[in-house]
């Protein structure tokens, strides 16, 4: 049963029943329409909105600060100092930014499930790639460049659709404030409440070297959010595990989160220290500090919500539940009843194959840029010449021109930094295999995990873009006759990792998802299709209030004021406001509403999703959620879970009084 | 029910039935006596034996590295040189070692009953404390210096035992091999086999400036261990939770292990980060990060075990059955039956008290040992004004002169080291309770704990022996007149420490107590009294053969030998065998059996302990267990636990081939 409140509503499914009858609020198809049109996605893992007719495009700082960093330099430091294009000719290429824009939503349900009838295993995989494959391949057709198409899996298996989009590539920084404000309060105050962020960035979608002309753009609000108001959010969560079975989660509960959280502690206690060497350390190393400590805050929130017997008790109660409706359905009990079973199986299968799974297959062992490149370029040349079906999905037509971009950046990799985490990752393969282990051996030879990255990394030339050029156009040959380090590594370990990863696509992977498209079947036969997916990293939409909660016996205001970040200024980082800040306080509306928390149901990749109101005009950002929140991964609580925006207000007054982007205000609000 | 060499026996209640059925052994009261008097502690956590009547001292190198270090500098590195007296006079003090010699046995459990009869919460705890200290006091009589009486509680309050020892607080470093030897394979390659590590060091007893005169050594045998062999192990095993209810195990799994292993994992990627700044700070953090890595893999293992369904599975049926038990009993329903939701109820309790606890009272916030000092010293000066019964426990006259020993350690303290490991400390406090906790203001007012933890190390003078001398004699006079910034923390933030203990004391440890009291009288109803306690880092005798195991199908030798040693070596660290073994390699008997594994039931603080034929002569040494023996913890499982020793053949071998120790051999083994 949801709550109120409760989903992440695909657009062509909305609970408009419910928003009815608690709001007397209908979503019309333009209102719909509009939503879809104005709302983006940041293939890298986050959302944005389109707010200006020229492809202005609202996203948070903390999902363009990638960007922020690779355009910096150790002289010319724009996470510390902002950015500002006054004029359109100075805004600047991200190198890796790819936006997608939602165009059209087919059900292709029949179709992949025709196309993997009766298979298991190895076959049912194939079969599912090459149907992917081909979809998506008929859906671009011949516009590569611009369209974007991926068949999405929603209710693990109950519905295939596939989502088209419009893609943009060519995206330009226009405006970010300082990293002071935009992540005041850093990892202490990340995911709390109160909060006093300004986490913004703008960006400019160019087409054809101009800026690209977007007609259902979202405009801002006049006043931006009100206590109690009704408000939505659409954006792209990226995934949630509220439909797993027992096994799965206990899964993630061992291996993903208490392994995952283990080992992401270790590496940010050396990326700390590493940091604290000298400012230039400290500076190419933080983008990469910060990803894994909010990493680390949300995997221990989603921790603490799986070691809550609240919520294990009430899923074992619905996991029970299923399975009674199940075995007392004569259509489903044969077919649908052993199922979980299976999956449980298959964890424990996946028990067995996790290390060397995760460290080889999935490249843990070895985290850097240089080998991951490297294993880019050996297996694309590889699976380019394979027809599109029959490829690693990864390889497809469909994606190559995001893989294209990542391989093609202009961005900077420094190698001392690149040294630090790859000898670091080799440490964990030798601690977590064993000395003994095959792979280890091979890997390391008679050298230790230091020795072997500093060999690697002092004669490697994948960081020259002519490089990794000649060797992507090369194919198979360039590649067979390089001596590049790196290349031959991933050359010499790509036998095993593809052997791994097909181990576990057979005993694991093709299990899990077979068995949890029966469990779907049952849950539809039992509750119908009014039910939302969980996320999936594509566009959904949530309504909620706005509203404070109760901690601890105690209530949290919904709102703050920019007032309060001049109080909670220390001058240290991180609560030293900027100096554009200080010298601005005595122009500044003081008591402008600046974050606030609404009860919507939102997920890390909402990040940077517009909130609007009734009218779909923009009156917040998301840019993170409470510290409850991050138990939203399994279950959504009302009474605690909030998410928490940037106000609508708090961007127009801040851009205008300290930054004084007068132009960018205009094309926001023209009035 | 115990299994096949499972168990740490008390020296008072040795399984003599069982010995005789299975080995037809039964120790006779000299065999016994001999064992107790030729064991010792190492008050600081590990085992040893006197293996000479002068004195000598057998124990690991790791539990004899922290002296190792201390006498150690820049220029001097023992660490790396290994260390070794030719003549008496070149054996030197180390500062923090005392050795504890059991002497003998009382049952005081009627004592410690009838003065906690009918009391709670913390009325029981003072009338506890208060016992325990008159007990210890009269034990130790006159002789403070040499007498060492503590009350133990086994069973869980099922019986407390009066343990008084002969102490020494003169221990000098008489040998350590070089640390690539001693922990040959480093931390890859800790409780993992097979292994290759001459992990010993000799330190010699003194007493009146003079070698203290030993009757009841033990020898060392001609031979050492052989395959099937029936051996005893006698040492101080530290701790052990076979006896828990499942409440705290729960809490154990979710706070102390998950919690405890995030801690030190980032803690630990920050020692690896700072060592790599320069070889001085990788001497003088090494033996820190060893600590670290020794205890997080030690941890890890018994997280493993706690999150094994078997291992659950099997202790839920425990606790069913027993509880079935005392319900079906007139004389145990009504007082014992409560017991398991009492203290469910009380572990429920500890998880709202938890963070500021430990952070606070337990003094993790503050990681560095200026703060233990000036925390030792100011509440020192008030306890020492209290009579001996009503003062904190660790301050009654019993304990002092080990406390003592170590405030007054000549042992080097490295600034720059500590401002890291206090930084970091201080991080976590803010991180844990949250920027705006009222505790985290008091310590931090609106400074950065780096800023903080620089200007208090940058001028503290707590680092001279001299000034901690006069604080300490000084009393309550002296501290309230300091001006040393870490004297003022640890006075400004003692109120909140102590409330925050008496919390704990009364919600949580007092009820756990008293209700683990009543489980262990149900306990012994329903089993009798030929059970072995948990562990309590006092005296036990394990018995156990030497044997392998099978791994994961495949066979695992019980024997290594020192070829295996060379063919492991690769020439670098951890894998690098030192250039006295490379030199001394021709003259080695390379079939010497080196390493091996046993069946005994063992555990952390068993470093160091004698291993013992049935002629009570020494035929190895342990050091280790292997990776199962982690889950020793919560239960023993004999196909796959299995301890780890050096062979006492190895050690006469290396002692007298590479080391050319002659006259240590002598003495060893004077035949």
Known sequence: MAFAAEGMWTLDNLPTDRLQAAYQFTPTAAWTNRMMQGSARIAGGCS?????????????????????????????????????????????????????????????????????????????????????????????????????????????????????YHRFQDTRLVWVPEKDSAFFGGDPDNFNFPRFDLDIALVRAYENGKP?????????????????ELVFVTGHPGSTQRQLTMAQLDTIRDLGLIGGLLELAELRGVLEQFGKSNPEAARISEGTLFGVENSYKAMFGELTALLDPALRERKLAE???????????????????????????????????EKPYVLIARGRAFNTTYFETARLLVRAARERSLPNGQ????????????????????????????????????????????????????????????????????????????????????????????????????????????ALRKDYEREVESVVERNAELIAQARFAQRGTGDYPDATFTLRLSYGEVKGWEEAGQ??????????????????????????????????????????????????GNS???????????????????IHSLGGAFWFDPRLNRAVAVHSGAILETLSVIYGATALVHEIRPD
């Open 48 to 164: 944005a909105s389109f707010i200006s007719k020229d492809g202005l495009v609202m996203t948070n700082h903390h999902c363009a600060s990638e960007c922020v960093d690779q355009l910096s330099t150790a002289t010319k430091n724009y996470m510390q100092d902002g950015f500002l294009a006054r004029q359109r000719e100075q805004e600047v290429r991200c190198p890796e930014i790819e936006l997608n824009r939602l165009e059209l939503i087919t059900d292709v349900t029949s179709q992949v499930k025709d196309a993997t009838r009766g298979l298991q295993g190895e076959a049912f995989k194939a079969a599912q790639n090459e149907i992917k494959a081909t979809l998506a391949s008929a859906c671009i057709g011949k516009e590569r460049e611009t369209v974007r198409c991926d068949v999405v899996d929603l209710y693990h298996g109950g519905r295939y659709h596939l989502y088209r």
């Open 212 to 228: 690209a002309a977007i007609s259902h753009f979202l405009p801002f609000s006049k006043n931006g959010a009100a206590d109690n």
């Open 319 to 353: 996991e029970a539940e299923l399975r009674r409706y199940t075995a007392a359905s004569t259509a489903l009990a044969s077919s649908v009843g052993p199922a979980w079973d299976a999956i449980a199986a298959a964890e424990q299968a996946y028990r067995q194959l």
């Open 391 to 498: 490829r690693l999905p990864e390889f497809t037509d469909g994606k190559l021109p995001e893989l294209e971009q990542q391989l093609f950046s202009s961005a900077p990799v420094y190698p001392a930094f690149e040294q630090v985490k790859f000898g670091f990752s080799l440490t964990k393969l030798r601690e977590r295999l064993g000395t003994d282990h095959p792979l280890v051996k091979q890997v390391l030879g008679r050298q230790s995990p230091e020795q072997l990255a500093a060999a690697l990394i002092g004669s490697t030339r994948l960081g020259d873009l002519a490089v990794r050029k000649a060797l992507w156009e090369g194919g198979q040959a360039a590649i067979e006759r390089s001596d590049d380090p790196f290349i031959r590594l991933a050359l010499a370990i790509d036998p095993a990792a593809r």
């Open 555 to 604: 209530p949290v205001a919904p709102f703050t004021t920019l007032a309060g970040a001049f109080e909670r200024d220390t001058g240290v980082a991180p609560f030293a406001l900027p100096a554009s800040w200080l010298a601005a306080k005595p122009r500044l509306n003081l008591s402008q509403p600046f974050n606030f928390s609404t009860t919507n149901d939102i997920i890390g």
């Open 608 to 626: 940077g999703s517009p909130m609007v109101n009734r009218n779909g005009e923009i009156v917040g950002l998301i840019f993170d959620g409470n």
